[in-house]
């Protein structure tokens, strides 16, 4: 993303915001003022560790006394770890329940980044492509893998609309190879491009509540966004999630 | 002047998110109706909604990624 400051300019000219709404999304490192190199600690790695963090805080030590009235934080595991394992069930079927544990983990870990996010001073790691991507491409060549162990080279009728006439069959073939590898890309940008454009919107109304006339309005509509935004960041880490699960059923039943 | 055209097209290429976002409430408006004839079957379908708006939105992602290319990348 944009990754020289702005605000630091226009502060200087004495006009228009005080900080660019993209400078929340700068990736610095966390000790010293040296270039972010493969191995330095910046603020991406305290997030992304301090969301691990929370994830074993509340799945580990959360549930580790097993009470039958549950605390607090054993509840929200618990109903955490049923809601998805409903979710894979529903739409994978009994056989995908095998893979349940790796989208229980994709779930835990982008909805805690998400609402890591939200808080003040936060950095939020899924704003960042390069963070989404990762999953996404991890999401896409499992399934890929998975389909041709599974189905061996059967896998490719996928591709091959059997139902559909025989003369549109080769065009419907190429459009579903494309839109095949199309996944990984709207997979990816779908949870980074919304979570990325609401924080933006946050940091333009909060520009705005420096000029004295419309900074009731916009301390409202910060209001307002932010609780769009707690919403968005549960919707999006279950859209990501529910999709996971549409792609393996594909590799495991390819066969429309 | 190149760079203030692809800011032009940026502007442009958002249009299409605008668009989009006409099929995503297309979705739910309809997912709406039908569950208010059939309460009873609205639960179960609500993944269903889900899927059918993400791919709706897919689509108004792409143009958001063209803007993000002609504003940052071109």
Known sequence: MATETHGADAAAEGTGLVFHPMDQFIVKPLFGHGEVGMLTITNVTLWLALSILVIFVLMVLGTSRRAIVPSRSQSIAELAYGFIHKMVEDVTGKDGLKYFPYIMTLFMFIVTANFLGLLPKSFTTTSHFAVTVVLALAVFLTVTILGFVKNGVSFLSMFWVSSAPLALRPILAIIELVSYFVRPVSHSIRLAGNVMAGHAVIKVFAGFAAIAAVSPVSILAITAMYGLEILVAFIQAYVFTILTCVYLKDALHPHH | ?74
Not at chain 2, 2 to 31: K, P, R, S, W, Y
Not at chain 2, 41 to 52: D, E, N
Request: aromatic share 8%.
């Open chain 2, 1 to 74: 002047m190149e760079g203030q055209l692809a800011h032009i097209g940026a502007g442009i290429a958002g249009l299409g998110t605008g668009i989009a976002a006409l099929g995503v409430g297309n979705v739910a408006a309809n997912f709406l109706a039908g569950a208010l004839r059939n309460p009873s079957a609205a639960a179960s379908q609500t993944a269903t909604l889900f899927i059918g708006i993400a791919f709706a939105e897919a689509l108004g992602i792409f143009s958001f990624l063209i803007a993000l290319l002609l504003m940052f990348a071109v």
